[in-house]
């Protein structure tokens, strides 16, 4: 079978299942550890959370809500996608048990943990490798990065470091039966594209199993929106961050699953930029031009 121009979430687990695999987003009601020191300049939870996804109310009852949403069209499976905050920051003695109940259900595939790379401990990657093997199931661990670039990472207020993530992504795949994603954001000011793609590269190159791409957004009640209004930001525009994944892409290995490509949320918390687009339509775009210009992941890793 030819490879894919992108291997995205959906061809990946279709492929691997042979139907749809969709996301419930789950909360277990833990803020991020960050917001100590004043939290990530570009995050506000509210403007990627689901309008059905209440954290006041146990997991069952978010799991039943998302299956409502998620499982009445092509997906048939889903993973609990532990999105918000970050879940690991929960102890261990009363996350495993949410974790084992989410697990038991048959309609669920495996877990996705977005968390921070500074969040990982021992103790919960050796009882959290006993209930993943005994149930068969998968497990991802979703690792914040951002960017390998220092100046960077304290510039979007992050307090963790690159050697941080490397560890993680090291500690996490050394267990065995785990696999490793990374969230990286474009369009960080003073970054060149080198820098982006040196990002990229890089992480690639720790064996990571999928990626999530975003490009930098701007959203209301941040502390990035006040830089924006200052001019001390400037942002990707539709068709410069769709040249700039037609150099990424073909940097990616083959066999790293797409999660996401560009950023989405709510359009009332959304401040720019405003792209006025469908993602599908988003989508559609950047395979034409793909397939036009001869590309597909993974064209450009070597051996």
């Known amino acids: 079978m ?14 691997k299942y042979g139907h749809g695999v969709g996301k419930i987003p789950v909360d277990m009601g833990q803020p991020c ?5 004043g939290g990530c300049i570009f995050c506000r939870p509210a ?12 997991l069952a009852k978010q799991v039943s809500a998302g299956k409502d949403n998620l499982l009445r069209g ?13 879940c690991t920051a929960v102890a261990v003695e009363q996350l495993l048990p949410a974790l084992e109940l989410l697990l038991a259900d048959a309609d669920c595939i495996g877990l996705i943990l977005s968390t921070r790379p500074d969040y990982v401990s021992e103790q919960l990657l050796k009882r959290l490798a006993e209930l993943v093997k005994w149930t068969g199931k998968e497990c991802l661990f979703e690792l914040g990065l951002q960017t390998i670039h220092e100046r960077s990472l304290q510039w979007l207020n992050r307090h963790h470091s690159f050697a941080d993530f490397q560890d993680a992504v090291w500690r ?31 992480v690639c190159e720790l064996g990571v199993n999928a990626l999530k791409l975003h490009h ?30 037609l150099k990424a892409l073909p940097v990616i290995p083959a066999e790293v699953t797409m999660h996401r490509l560009w950023a ?40």
Not at 226 to 234: H, I, N, P, S, T
Not at 289 to 303: D, E, F, I, P
């Open 2 to 15: 030819p490879s894919p121009i992108i291997r995205t979430f959906s061809a990946h687990y279709r492929e």
């Open 74 to 86: 092509r997906f048939k499976k889903y993973f609990a996608y532990f999105q918000q905050e970050t």
């Open 216 to 245: 930098l957004q701007v959203i209301r009640d941040t502390p990035l929106q006040k830089l924006y209004r200052q001019g001390d930001v400037a942002l990707f525009s539709l068709d410069a961050y769709i040249d700039f994944l």
């Open 264 to 303: 989405t949320a709510h359009p009332g918390l959304l401040v720019a930029p405003r792209w006025n687009i469908l993602t599908s339509h988003l989508s559609e775009t950047l395979r034409q031009k793909m397939a036009a210009a001869g590309l597909h992941q993974g064209q450009a890793v070597k051996g």
């Open 33 to 37: 550890p960050n917001r100590v020191h």
């Open 172 to 202: 996490i795949k050394s267990v065995g039966c785990f696999e490793v994603g990374a969230h990286l954001i474009f369009g960080i000011p003073e970054e060149t594209e080198a820098d982006m793609l040196d990002s990229l590269r890089t």
């Open 47 to 58: 403007s990627f959370t689901p309008s059905y996804l209440n954290n006041t109310e146990d």
